[in-house]
């Protein structure tokens, strides 16, 4: 019942947010919600901490971006074609990750992510430092103008509900089932016959795939793929917005992301001490909210109830 809720607000919020909010920013923050809920995915049900996901984020934007500017891709075929290239990078990254356990996975991912990082910005055509400029937004299939801000939003609106679709059909079937058993006691799982690194690999490579969704899709809203986007500290802010948000819950990246993403924007004129603020703000929300805001609502109602 408190899913059906929160699915019922996020939905009338996201429908009426252009009335009351600058269209461009709310769809920035619905990419980073999708980016956060595709992380989740892995490390809330599946136990796997990657320090690597920019690397979806940002190779799926670079992607995008050429394919709609060089090759004349539609805007959906373009982000499809970002999210394509973050599955298979996913897969690569998967196979030569997943056997680790703990901070040797970490490690991995953003050892792996930091090779991806190097590409973008010594490869010719993403622009370096400079980024990819001038990605068209173009029209969507071929009958809406994707340059109309409002057009713009609610496909982008869209691409999140779908990608939020996915993500919580994933977690309540019996592959999130076994994706928790083997969070819990892998050693258990695999006693059952469960083959741990296949459902490991699966969940790495659907986590990547939506991430690097949520990437392509900011690339053709600000028609720009930039070089922080593939960047270390884009996974670091993913992993706050998951963690602030709630943990292992399904609605909390997204609030976490909101969240996140507010106070970023709020706190900008304080410069370089908006990292400290945020910072401060994840330290007292992991000694004060260890289960993020939405698991505290989620364990104050089940004490109410109870």
């Not at 009958?143 to 939020?164: H, T």
């Not at 659907?206 to 884009?234: P, R, V």
């Amino acid at each position: 019942m408190t899913n059906r809720i929160l699915f019922i607000l996020m939905l009338v919020a996201g429908l009426t947010a252009p009335l009351y909010a600058y269209p461009v920013f709310v769809m920035d923050l619905l990419c980073f919600a999708l980016f956060a809920c595709a992380f989740n995915l892995l490390l809330g049900y599946a136990g796997l901490l990657s320090f690597g996901h920019a690397a979806f984020f940002g190779g799926a934007a670079y992607i995008t971006g050429y394919v709609t500017k060089e090759w004349g891709f539609t805007p959906l075929l373009g982000i499809l074609a970002g999210a394509a290239f973050a599955m298979v990078l996913g897969a690569v990254f998967g196979f030569l990750a997943i056997r680790r356990q703990g901070i040797y996975f970490a490690m991995v991912t953003l050892a792996l992510a930091q090779i991806i990082y190097f590409l973008a910005l010594q490869m010719p055509f993403t622009g370096g430092e400079n980024g990819l400029q001038g990605i068209p937004r173009g029209h969507l299939f071929g009958l809406i103008d994707l340059n109309n801000s409002l057009a713009m939003y609610y496909f982008v609106f869209a691409i999140f509900l779908i990608g939020f679709g996915i993500i919580y059909r994933t977690i309540h079937s019996p592959f999130g089932e076994v994706l928790q058993a083997i969070r819990e006691n892998e050693s258990r799982a695999l006693s059952l016959g469960y083959d741990v690194d296949h459902f490991k690999l699966l969940a790495f490579v659907i986590s990547a795939t939506l991430a690097g969704l949520a990437g392509a899709t900011k690339a053709i809203i600000f028609q720009f793929a930039a070089l922080t986007n593939a960047h270390w500290q884009t996974s670091g802010e993913v992993i706050l917005m998951t963690l602030v948000g709630g943990l292992g819950t399904v609605f909390g990246p997204v609030l976490g992301a909101i969240t996140v993403g507010a106070l970023s924007h709020e706190l900008s004129a304080f410069g370089s001490w908006v990292q400290v603020i945020l910072g401060t703000i994840f330290v007292v929300c992991v000694m004060v909210f260890r289960r993020g805001i939405i698991g505290e609502i989620q364990r104050l109602a089940s004490r109410k109830r109870g």
